[in-house]
């Protein structure tokens, strides 16, 4: 059987780099590495690989994988989607561009999107190895989440195939639609969790700044990140008490807005993927106290 041609766009940056390292040393793949910046083209040579141009890598590709950040997919994509054959997959590895309806049209292509679980909080993993591999795909296993925004179930399933071939070792691959991936990326994860995770490590610096030793803040923080995980998830069995519940519910009110769930609207999803494809914050609204009143001034 010949390998399947796959047009590798982005091959030299962090993603392309983890594709390359699953998929090139399989025979089953023929891989075609696009990559135009410095960084990247010297990723690719100290693994002792040539870069191609993207006619060379695309006119015959049955598979174009865009491994890009999502500001540049849509112009990249402009470039790649006319010059692949009729009946190709265009693999993406989020859910922005789709969902923004950057790829061109072509109704005669797949269009799939795979993006990873990454490993688990509550996994237990033996080796210090899958221990210190926080992204999944090289030492840890972990989960992903699969959609196809147009296509056949061929389409599909060489798509999941790849994907848990390039983000290895995977547990299972939970099947979505594209809208279902962008409330979990970014409305869930990003815009919510990494919020709110990032105001927990401003936390930790406020204590310091109030004098606590940063050793003892760390071990603090850290233990108590773990603990309230495991009970507001239901993995152990016992309550968070009284007191916590209250002074919880204290911190709720001083720093959660009561509407913050309006980030999970489909208006509100589709202005958080225009920001991602963008790379541009959209222009914040003065508040009433932020707006000055003005002085008239004195007669003449």
Known sequence: MN????????????????????????????LRCVETGPAGLGNLER????????????????????????????????AVVPRLPSG???????????????????????????????????????????RDDFFGGTHASHAIVCALEQGTEDHYNLGEMLARNFYAPVTRAHRLTVAQ????EPAMAETCGIALIMLLREALEEAVRCGVPRAAAEDFMYGHIKVP??????????????????????????????????VFSPASIAEQVQIIVSGALPPVSPTPADITPAVPSSAS
């Not at 265009?90 to 993006?115: K, M, N, Q, W």
């Not at 991936?181 to 979990?184: E, G, I, R, T």
């Open 229 to 262: 995980l495991g009970i507001a998830f239901e993995r152990v069995n016992f309550p968070f008490s009284d007191g916590a519940k209250l002074v919880a519910e204290y911190g709720r009110r001083q720093i959660i807005q009561p509407d913050w769930k309006k």
């Open 3 to 30: 390998p399947i041609k796959i047009a590798l766009i982005g091959a030299g940056g962090k993603m392309g780099s983890r594709i390359l390292d699953h998929l090139g040393p399989n025979p089953a793949y023929s």
């Open 181 to 184: 991936m962008a409330v979990l």
């Open 88 to 130: 190709s997959l265009v693999i993406t590895l989020d859910p922005a561009a789709i969902f923004a309806g950057e790829l061109p049209a072509r109704p005669d292509l797949g269009y799939f999107v795979s993006h990873p679980c990454h490993p688990s909080v509550f996994d237990h993993f033996e080796s210090q190895l899958e």
């Open 47 to 78: 693994r002792g690989i040539l870069a191609v141009s993207l006619a060379a890598a695309v006119d015959d590709a049955e598979v174009a994988i865009l491994a890009l950040p999502d500001r540049r997919l849509g112009e990249v994509a402009a």
